[in-house]
């Protein structure tokens, strides 16, 4: 932890073991915000004036919890606001046509949606055993001729009599409703609005760009069957939509690159006109020849993304946005700003009903923030990433015990059952998995005897309730747990794919660090995927004197190739000619006259990036003047035409690949110095020049610089 902080600065400004010996966290959600102070008080201050604003920064930096802290503070300061209700209620001169109205206040009236008279309902029971008694009366009869008899004569009038009307209830009541329409057919319940919003305090309402009907309402369809029922007039088909249901208040869009054009014009004209009418969005639906008046939606849009997604707004929405507020992904590493994490740890932990963490724990989340930041000055503000990592080491810290609970399953059996499974199953990943299992089951071995102490055994367990356990358990978040979240990058894919390429083609590369001087063979350095992991790449270069010059590539792209050798060709001149390298004839190192190879020996995709230059110059320098590269260091750096070592990114995963695959030294660009995070392990050359490496990385050691 030593290399982490400044001389004579502590980690944090407070001294704990454990996060439960720290103070609660403020329940309030903007007080829970860390590093965003500025963006935050954009943010209050747009939201106080009525502005719109749009949020755009890398995921999980917090752009959701800045409107849902805004929101819960909007809500607390009503004290302007007059509740609303919305209410729906029937056209009788145009029933396609419902009204909707906003009255201010609580609508006394409320009532209840009940099945309207004109919906379909199945015939009563009676009618059908009158139907059906009738129904057998006068088959009888009319096989058998009317009877003479008055009595039974009166019995048969009655029965057809009987028949008839059933008939016509039947009839009705199944196809009388799709007749009706709401003049002719009118219930008493009909006429009576709907109360379709209460709004009691100040919304904030929250909705995907890309979920039209939940963003700008809809009129339901009116199916043969199905919800709602058959005949439900168009007043209370109406779905009020979000930009309705923040009038007053905030609406909130998030994923702003999913939202379709039309949407976009549509709240367009809502924030222009400050209200809009809704109609069926579906054009099959009988909701489609349905449309209200215009409803009130006097709503402050705040949207947010990432930076590129607001090549998807269009130019007049992107114009009425007053505020266009850019969050921030790092922050310095101060104290203040460990103190910040160290809270948003805690917050983590409570808001999410974790187990408290150790100091080592927490000092080992700083670390990963600067490894995620890139650099050892800066810690990551992508805050959700973190969380996962806090809330997946807890999840192992409690598979421990669970793991007592469950089994005591030796290791052999975790073998056996390995043996057994199906043939396409990776052997090599399930051993490496079986590996950390068995880690796992040795250290629940070692921390057996401690916990008998605690005098819970696993059947004592279900006495307990799950509270009860984690406070006699003492289970903690520990460094280990921490590091075995990392450790199988199980918080990011790419990152799980990177250690899987790793695993799977270390062992076959051809990489052999330490060993004997080579010419033309250099390990240059490269980081695998977006936030993956650093890999060791050998170069090779052949120069040949040649009838037909020309330059050979292998898993290099041109530019970065023709750079090279650009710089290589004018900077061995500069240094022969300077003395710094062994002489040679002009015709010598003239490379106009030669064939080159360049091989990024067993790479897989081509390397591009320009980080690899100063390594392709030095190997191609060697080649050409035919001195020995020694093996002992690998070497990342972007070159310039001066000679000047400039810096790179994700200089410490190189710098780890280098470590792993065994190298002595690494030399990397001065200016990167200041983003090493561990230098444990391997000597770590910071460079400024071509110029100063030189001696340090040929075989002949007569040669200096200056
Ligand atoms: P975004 O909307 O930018 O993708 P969120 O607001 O959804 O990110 O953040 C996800 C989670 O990450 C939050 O619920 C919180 O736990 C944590 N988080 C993100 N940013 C911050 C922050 N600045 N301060 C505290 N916690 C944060």
Do not use: W
Request: hydrophobic share 40%; proline share 5%; charged share 25%.
């Amino acid at each position: 932890m030593k290399n982490n902080i400044l001389k004579g600065e502590y980690m944090f400004s407070i001294k704990f073991k454990t996060t439960d010996e720290l103070p609660e966290p403020s329940p309030r959600l903007i007080d829970q915000i860390i590093g965003q102070d500025e963006a935050l008080n954009i943010v209050l201050s747009a939201v106080k004036n009525k502005r719109h604003a749009l949020l755009l920064g890398d995921p999980g930096v917090g752009k959701s919890m800045m409107v849902k802290a805004v929101g819960e503070l909007i809500e607390k300061s009503s004290t302007d606001f007059k509740p609303y209700t919305i209410l729906a209620k029937p056209n009788l001169k145009n029933p396609e046509k419902p009204i909707v109205e906003l009255v201010e206040g609580h609508y006394e009236e409320k009532v209840e949606i009940i099945k309207p008279s004109m919906v379909r309902q199945p015939p009563s029971i009676l009618t059908i055993l009158i139907f059906m008694i009738a129904f057998t009366a006068i088959t009888s009869y009319l096989m058998k001729g009317l009877p003479d008899s008055k009595v039974l004569g009166i019995i048969a009038t009655v029965s057809i009599v009987a028949f008839a009307l059933a008939f016509v209830i039947i009839f009705l009541t199944v196809f009388g409703a799709t007749k009706g329409s709401m003049s002719n057919a009118v219930s008493p319940m009909d006429l009576k609005p709907v109360v379709l919003y209460e709004c009691k305090k100040r919304p904030l309402v929250r909705a995907s760009a890309y979920n039209v009907t939940k963003l700008l309402g809809d009129v339901k369809h009116c199916p043969l069957g199905g919800k709602p029922p058959l005949g439900t007039p168009p007043h209370k088909r109406i779905i009020l939509g979000a930009i309705h249901e923040a009038h007053k208040g905030i609406l909130y869009v998030d994923e702003i690159k999913t939202m379709p054009p039309e949407v976009q014009d549509y709240i367009l004209t809502a924030l222009q006109d400050k209200c809009l009418a809704i109609s069926g969005r579906n054009p099959n639906s009988s909701g489609a020849t349905v449309e209200t008046n215009p409803i009130p939606c006097d709503f402050t849009l705040i949207m947010s993304g990432n930076m590129d997604d607001v090549n998807n707004l269009r130019a007049p929405l992107l114009d009425r946005i007053d505020y266009k507020i850019v969050l921030k992904n790092k922050m310095e590493n101060t104290q203040e700003n460990r103190d910040k994490l160290l809270q948003f740890i805690i917050q983590e932990i409570r808001n999410n009903n974790l187990h408290p963490m150790t100091y080592e724990a927490c000092c080992e989340i700083v670390k990963i923030a600067q490894l995620l930041a890139g650099s050892k000055d800066r810690l990551t503000l992508r805050l959700r990433r973190l969380s996962n990592i806090i809330k997946m080491a807890n999840d192992i810290a409690m598979g421990k015990n669970i793991k007592d609970i469950i089994n005591e399953m030796s290791e052999e059996e975790n073998i056996k059952k390995s043996e057994t499974l199906p043939v396409n199953v990776d052997k090599d990943k399930l051993k490496s998995i079986m590996g950390v299992l068995n880690k796992i089951t040795e250290k629940d071995k070692e921390n057996k005897e401690e916990k008998e102490k605690t005098g819970i055994t696993a059947t004592d367990k279900t006495k307990y309730s799950k509270k009860e356990i984690k406070e006699k358990e003492k289970i903690y978040i520990d460094r280990e747990h921490v590091l075995s979240v990392v450790n199988t990058g199980i918080y990011s894919m790419t990152k799980q794919v990177a250690i899987d390429y790793l695993r799977n083609f270390k062992r076959y590369k051809n990489i052999v660090p330490n060993d004997s001087p080579k010419v033309g063979v250099i390990y240059g350095l490269a980081v695998l995927g977006s936030d993956g992991i650093g890999d060791v790449t050998k170069i090779i270069t052949q120069i040949v004197d040649s009838k037909n010059p020309g330059t050979h590539l292998l898993n290099i792209t041109g530019d970065l190739a023709k750079h090279s050798i650009t710089l290589a060709s004018a900077l061995s001149k500069k240094y022969v000619s300077e003395g710094k390298l062994p002489l040679k004839s002009e015709e010598e190192i003239d490379l106009n006259s030669k064939e080159i190879y360049i091989q990024f020996s067993q790479s897989y995709s081509k390397i591009d990036g320009d980080s690899a230059t100063a390594a392709v110059c030095l190997s191609i320098i060697s080649s050409l003047l035919k001195i020995p590269l020694k093996q002992d260091f690998a070497i990342t750096g972007s070159l310039d035409l001066n000679g000047n070592i400039l810096a790179i990114g994700g200089v410490n995963e190189k710098i780890n690949a280098a470590k792993e695959y065994g190298f002595k030294r690494v030399i990397i660009p001065e200016s990167n110095m200041i983003d090493v995070i561990d230098s444990e392990g391997i000597t770590i050359i910071p460079a400024k020049t071509l110029e100063e490496i030189i001696p340090l990385v040929f075989e002949n050691t007569s040669l200096k610089s200056n």
